[in-house]
C-alpha cells in the first residue's frame, strides 16, 4: 500500500492534466457535429492505454461511434478482467448555468469541474492509472482487457453488436466497471442492481398550422393543453404508474432487503439541501432510496410546442412534444413497456389530435450477486482502504449495456463506483473530487490482487 500511495503521490499532478486532456475533448455522442471530437477521444485513449503499458490497443469502428480496445496478456492460465467505460459524454446545455465552460476544466474547491469529470471520463482514467501502476511495478496479477465505448450515454445502440462480433476477442471472467456512485465518502458501496429505462418521445398534433389564438383559441384542440393532461394523467394521487399493466412484471423486494436498505447510511435533510429542495415526493409507501433503488419511476426530461421565444406571439400550436423516460426494474422488459405506453398513450388521446409515441433507446435493467468471486473481491478492496465494509446497494440509475454483456458475452459484471450523488452528472456543473479519484485508483489495484486470489 506505501508504494501504492507514493506512486499517487508522486504522479497525482500529472494524472489530472491528463484527465484534463480528455475532458477537453467535447465528445457529445447525441450531437452530430461533435463526430470528429468523438474520434479525437478515442485516439486519446488509445493513446493514453499503450502508455500505461497495454500490449496493443486498436480503434474499431462500429454502426456509430467506435470503440476502444486494448489488452495486456500476462499468462493466457491466468483470469481475464475487461474494464468497460465510456468517452462519450452528456450534452452540457443549458450552458450559461455552468460557473465555468463545461469543456475547459478546472480544480475548485478540491474538485474536478468539467463535463464528463464523473461521468465516465474521470472514473475510467482510474482504471488507466490503476493499470499503469500494476504494470510499471510487476504487480499484475491477472490478464486485462479494457473495452471503451463512445454510446452510452445514448443507450449503446450499437454495442451488443460489436460484442457478437467480437465475442472471441472479447473473453473475460468478469467485466470490471466504474460508471456508478457511493452512498457517501464515508458510506462505501458497491451497486448490485440498477434499474432498466425505456426512453420515449410523443408527439401530439391538431391543426396542420400554428393558428390564431384569438380567431381558433376555444374552438380548436389546443396539442400543448392536451400533452399537459395526458402526462399528468400518467399517475395517480399517489404517484402510481397508470399505464395498465405495467406492475404486473415488478418483482416486490423482500422485507429483508427493505430492511437492509433502511439501514443504509442517508440523511434526507442533507439530500433535500443539496438539489435545494424542501420537500420529496414518489410513490407513497417507499423511502427515498427505496423508490431510486427497487422501485419503477416515470418522468417528463423535456416538453415544448408553440412560441418559446421573447415576447408574445399569441397562437395557438400545430403541434407538442415531450420526452418521457420509464426507470425499470429487473424483470420488467423494456420493450414490453414500450408497448404499453404506445398503446396507452394513444388511446386517451382525444378526438381532435393525432398522437405519436416512438422509443428512442431502452434497456433492461441488473442485479449483480454478492456471492460472486469479484463481488468478494471488491469489498475487501474497499475495507483495505476505506477502513470499512462496504454495503451493498442499489442503483436508480442505467447502464443498458450490463445486462447485455450477460447475455451475449455470459459474464457477471461488478460495479465499483467511485462517484458521489452530489457530482451532478447530467446537469450543469458536473464535478468529482479529488479524493475521490485518487481513491479509486487506490482502490482498484487491490481489487486486481484479491480477484487472482479468489479465482486461484
Known amino acids: 500500500m506505501e508504494k501504492l500511495n507514493a506512486f499517487i503521490e508522486e504522479n497525482k499532478d500529472r494524472f489530472i492534466e491528463e484527465l484534463f486532456g480528455l475532458i477537453r475533448i467535447p465528445s457529445v455522442s447525441s450531437k452530430s457535429e461533435h463526430k470528429p471530437d468523438m474520434q479525437s477521444a478515442t485516439e486519446y ?34 483470469p481475464v478482467v475487461m474494464v468497460y467505460g465510456h468517452y462519450d459524454v452528456q450534452p452540457a446545455e443549458p450552458l450559461e448555468l455552468w460557473k465555468s465552460p463545461p469543456f475547459e476544466p478546472e480544480i475548485r474547491d478540491g474538485k474536478i469541474w468539467g463535463r464528463g469529470a464523473d461521468d465516465d471520463k474521470g472514473q475510467l482514467f482510474m482504471h488507466v492509472k490503476a493499470f499503469e501502476y500494476l504494470v510499471n511495478n510487476d504487480k499484475l496479477p491477472c490478464n486485462v482487457k479494457f473495452m471503451i465505448e463512445g454510446e452510452e450515454e445514448i443507450g449503446s445502440p450499437s454495442l451488443g453488436k460489436f460484442c457478437e462480433a467480437n465475442s472471441d476477442k472479447l473473453k473475460c471472467d468478469v467485466i470490471l466497471v466504474s ?29 396542420n398550422r400554428d393558428l390564431h389564438s384569438g380567431l381558433y383559441g376555444g374552438a380548436v384542440v389546443n396539442p400543448v393543453n392536451v400533452l399537459a393532461k395526458m402526462i399528468a394523467s400518467l399517475t395517480d ?30 440523511d434526507e435533510e442533507q439530500y433535500k439541501k443539496e438539489i435545494d429542495v424542501d420537500n420529496l415526493g414518489g410513490e407513497a409507501g417507499y423511502s427515498t432510496l427505496e423508490r431510486t433503488g427497487i422501485r419503477p419511476s416515470l418522468d417528463v426530461n423535456g416538453i ?57 433507446h431502452g434497456g433492461q435493467g441488473y442485479v449483480s450477486p454478492i456471492d460472486h468471486p469479484a463481488y468478494r473481491a471488491a469489498s475487501k478492496a474497499y475495507e483495505d ?30 460495479l465499483m463506483g467511485f462517484g458521489l450523488e452530489s457530482d451532478a452528472i447530467h446537469s450543469p456543473n458536473e464535478n468529482y473530487p479529488l479524493w475521490n479519484f485518487y481513491k479509486g485508483i487506490e482502490t482498484i489495484p487491490l481489487f486486481y490482487k484479491y480477484y487472482a486470489e479468489e479465482m486461484k
Open 45 to 78: 485513449i488509445k493513446k493514453s492505454l499503450l502508455e500505461a503499458g497495454a500490449d496493443m490497443a486498436e480503434v474499431i469502428p462500429t454502426d456509430g461511434h467506435p470503440v476502444v480496445y486494448a489488452e495486456k496478456i500476462i499468462d493466457p492460465s491466468l
Open 179 to 207: 460508471d456508478t456512485a457511493m452512498i457517501g465518502r464515508d458510506a462505501p458501496s458497491i451497486t448490485t442492481g440498477l434499474r432498466g429505462l425505456s426512453y420515449m418521445e410523443v408527439e401530439v398534433t391538431g391543426p
Open 237 to 266: 394521487e399517489n404517484n402510481r404508474i397508470t399505464i395498465p399493466g405495467f406492475y404486473d412484471d415488478v418483482i416486490e423486494a423482500s422485507d429483508e432487503e427493505r430492511k437492509g436498505m433502511a439501514n443504509a447510511p442517508f
Open 304 to 360: 415544448w410546442g408553440g412560441y418559446t421565444g421573447e415576447g408574445a406571439k399569441t397562437i395557438l400550436p400545430s403541434k407538442a412534444y415531450a420526452k418521457i423516460s420509464m426507470r425499470l426494474v429487473p424483470n420488467q422488459d423494456y420493450r414490453k413497456v414500450d408497448e404499453m405506453f404506445k398503446s396507452h398513450f394513444e388511446s386517451i388521446a382525444p378526438p381532435g389530435v393525432r398522437v405519436n409515441a416512438k422509443l428512442l
Open 385 to 414: 482502504t476505506f477502513g470499512k465494509k462496504p454495503i451493498p446497494y442499489r442503483s436508480g440509475g442505467s447502464i443498458p449495456i450490463i445486462s447485455l454483456f450477460e447475455k451475449i458475452l455470459g459474464v457477471k459484471s461488478i
